[in-house]
């Protein structure tokens, strides 16, 4: 590591002591390469010259942080993302939740909601949506305010629907949806099964009782001690042989809850609680 980026990384982690102090969102355990290239998309945004003058801003305007959150977290996601996923939950986890009256889904780190409807659209179609409360969770409060309003631009819908049959999808996504004005909105009679909250992976406790986790490409943004806390998190809120879903290029092993889960579909990132 060459002496500019040390000085710029001690730089990162006083920014980030400061806005848990100041704001307690806690950004601390982020993975650190994800974070340089996020600081340096900050510092060209705000015209800063440096992180310490970015911290200023941040620590004394909370408009600013608010700004600051959308680099923070990362809103990257698309309906049906990974199509095999979807349909792996379909047909490997979709037979065990029938057997439960009712269900507790958590979706950690919802974002803007994509991976939250792509859940309700398979839930519904498998009969389960009228017995299913899903929890949305996120820290940012304009990805909340986004995924609860259900609404995304018509040029992403073809390709949402083709990521749709290819999860095993048994209508047309537009089924779901109303459009006008350039954009799609879901419908409400999948929106009144979800309940929405801010959660942080990093400072709260366990969110619910649930028989599902999904958390998709939230962990890979994290060092291994914050993952390691995610993860408990995520074991102690299922049931026993709750399931839990991961992002691609994410997994359980190698961590302090390794032991904690067995593979169901390890090819598409599921898991179940021993």
Same mark, same amino acid.
């Given at each position: 590591?060459?002496?500019?980026?040390?000085?710029?990384?001690?730089?990162?982690?006083?920014?980030?002591?400061?806005?848990?102090?100041?704001?307690?969102?806690?950004?601390?355990?982020?993975?650190?390469?994800?974070?340089?290239?996020?600081?340096?998309?900050?510092?060209?945004?705000?015209?800063?010259?440096?992180?310490?003058?970015?911290?200023? /801003?941040? %620590?004394?305007?909370?408009? *600013? $942080? &608010?700004?600051?959150?959308?680099?923070?977290?990362?809103?990257? +996601? @698309?309906?049906?993302?990974?199509?095999?996923?979807?349909?792996?939950?379909?047909?490997?986890?979709?037979?065990?939740?029938?057997?439960?009256?009712?269900?507790?889904?958590?979706?950690?780190?919802?974002?803007?909601?994509?991976?939250?409807?792509?859940?309700?659209?398979?839930?519904?179609?498998?009969?389960?949506?009228?017995?299913?409360?899903?929890?949305?969770?996120?820290?940012?409060?304009?990805?909340?305010?986004?995924?609860?309003?259900?609404?995304?631009?018509?040029?992403?819908?073809?390709?949402?629907?083709?990521?749709?049959?290819?999860?095993?999808?048994?209508?047309?996504?537009?089924?779901?949806?109303?459009?006008?004005?350039?954009?799609?909105?879901?419908? /409400?009679? %999948?929106?009144?099964?979800? *309940? $929405? &909250?801010?959660?942080?992976?990093?400072?709260?406790?366990?969110? +619910? @009782?649930?028989?599902?986790?999904?958390?998709?490409?939230?962990?890979?943004?994290?060092?291994?001690?914050?993952?390691?806390?995610?993860?408990?998190?995520?074991?102690?809120?299922?049931?026993?042989?709750?399931?839990?879903?991961?992002?691609?290029?994410?997994?359980?092993?190698?961590?302090?809850?390794?032991?904690?889960?067995?593979?169901?579909?390890?090819?598409?990132?599921?898991?179940?609680?021993?």
């Amino acid at each position: 590591m060459d002496e500019d980026t040390r000085l710029f990384d001690i730089e990162v982690r006083l920014l980030l002591e400061g806005v848990f102090q100041v704001y307690q969102h806690d950004f601390r355990n982020y993975a650190t390469a994800s974070l340089r290239r996020r600081m340096q998309q900050a510092m060209e945004h705000f015209g800063c010259t440096s992180i310490s003058e970015l911290q200023h /801003r941040v %620590l004394h305007d909370r408009r *600013v $942080f &608010a700004q600051m959150l959308q680099f923070f977290t990362v809103q990257v +996601s @698309e309906l049906f993302r990974d199509p095999g996923y979807f349909l792996a939950l379909r047909q490997e986890v979709v037979p065990v939740l029938k057997t439960y009256p009712s269900l507790k889904v958590w979706v950690a780190g919802c974002s803007t909601g994509e991976e939250l409807w792509s859940l309700a659209v398979l839930f519904d179609e498998e009969d389960l949506l009228e017995r299913t409360v899903f929890y949305a969770t996120d820290i940012n409060p304009v990805a909340l305010r986004t995924a609860e309003a259900g609404i995304y631009p018509l040029d992403r819908i073809a390709r949402f629907s083709a990521n749709y049959r290819q999860a095993g999808g048994r209508r047309s996504l537009s089924d779901y949806l109303v459009t006008g004005y350039d954009a799609a909105a879901f419908d /409400r009679r %999948l929106r009144k099964q979800v *309940v $929405f &909250a801010d959660h942080s992976l990093a400072t709260d406790s366990v969110f +619910s @009782e649930v028989q599902m986790v999904s958390c998709r490409n939230v962990l890979i943004y994290f060092n291994r001690a914050l993952q390691d806390r995610a993860l408990g998190l995520f074991h102690d809120a299922l049931v026993r042989r709750g399931f839990l879903g991961l992002g691609s290029h994410e997994t359980v092993r190698f961590t302090a809850h390794a032991e904690a889960f067995e593979d169901l579909v390890p090819e598409h990132r599921i898991y179940r609680r021993r």
